[in-house]
């Protein structure tokens, strides 16, 4: 039996440049779609997150969103987020309210608000938890950093948990090159944090073209994420949001700032990270539609 054709974009977030982003799947229309057929789908697209969007059943939302990474589905990740709203908007999405964009997926309502030509998302609640020592030495390791360049380390949940570990420079950041077979066996989604010096070059000069207009990076991120299938991610919001949650509580971030995410992957990721006066963390950046047309699934 023949599938009927479905609407389907790929975007590229946390950027306004093709190509230098994170790209999302999206499937506009979802309905009637089962759990393996969405799971297939998003192994064949063997992205990072496919998602697909569905009507809502919470009468607050304005669409309901289901995320699939290569090995299983996600109860909330940043860049998909932002990606699937601004596919769902671009493909003539009316929101109930034109502050705000309410997304609905397992985690609950996400809120999304218009920052100019950005998007950003409401940072769901973060559990925090204090990692296993034998577990942390064992991360250190596979990740190959000194103890002597961490300066702290937390356990972070808001759908995906990550073994979080802000260490002491972007260089240390940029520098490592871990073991990604060790730490699938280790079974542990590790991100790291480093803020850069003044003066520091953010990127190789042969990238520069692509930072123009995206602000000045303070902290470089990269996520290792074994537990979705790939080795690592080239921007994360899901990772930024609970980074800056904890960091900005700790005081060892300012509450607005942009990290860069993606330059050892030849991405120039910008993520825009702000915590408004009521204490909500707000996570953007730019979206740009790369591929439209439609799926047989």
């Not at 218009?114 to 250190?140: H, I, M, N, T």
């Not at 000194?146 to 948990?161: E, F, S």
């Amino acid at each position: 039996m023949i599938s009927p054709p479905r609407s389907f974009a790929q975007i590229d977030v946390f950027t306004a440049q093709s190509g230098m982003g994170n790209p999302v799947a999206v499937v506009l229309d979802s309905a009637g779609l089962s759990d393996d057929a969405m799971q297939r789908f998003a192994r064949w697209t063997n992205l990072s997150e496919t998602t697909f969007v569905l009507p809502p059943t919470d009468a607050r939302a304005d669409y309901r969103l289901r995320i699939f990474a290569p090995g299983g589905e996600l109860p909330f990740a940043g860049h998909p987020t932002l990606g699937s709203c601004h596919a769902w908007l671009a493909a003539g999405g009316a929101p109930k309210s034109p502050e705000r964009i309410v997304q609905q997926c397992a985690k609950g309502l996400i809120d999304i608000r218009r920052d100019g030509e950005r998007l950003a998302f409401a940072a769901p609640p973060s559990k925090y938890g204090e990692p296993l020592p034998a577990v942390l030495a064992q991360v250190v390791q596979a990740i190959g950093v000194n103890t002597a360049h961490i300066l702290r380390a937390q356990v972070l949940d808001n759908g995906p948990v990550f073994m979080a570990l802000q260490l002491d420079s972007a260089s240390t950041v940029l520098a490592l090159e871990p073991d990604h077979a060790r730490l699938a066996r280790l079974k542990q989604n590790v991100g790291v944090v480093g803020r850069y010096s003044s003066g520091q070059t953010r990127l190789p000069s042969t990238q520069s073209n692509h930072t123009a207009g995206t602000g000045e990076p303070l902290v470089e991120v990269r996520a290792f994420v074994p537990l979705m299938d790939i080795n690592e991610d080239p921007i994360t919001g899901s990772l930024n949001a609970s980074l800056a949650q904890w960091l900005i509580e700790a005081g060892e971030l300012p509450s607005r700032y942009v990290a860069a995410q993606g330059t050892v992957l030849g991405r120039a990721g910008r993520v825009h990270v702000e915590r408004d006066a009521h204490g909500q963390v707000w996570v953007g950046g730019d979206s740009v539609t790369v591929v439209r047309g439609e799926v047989m699934l």
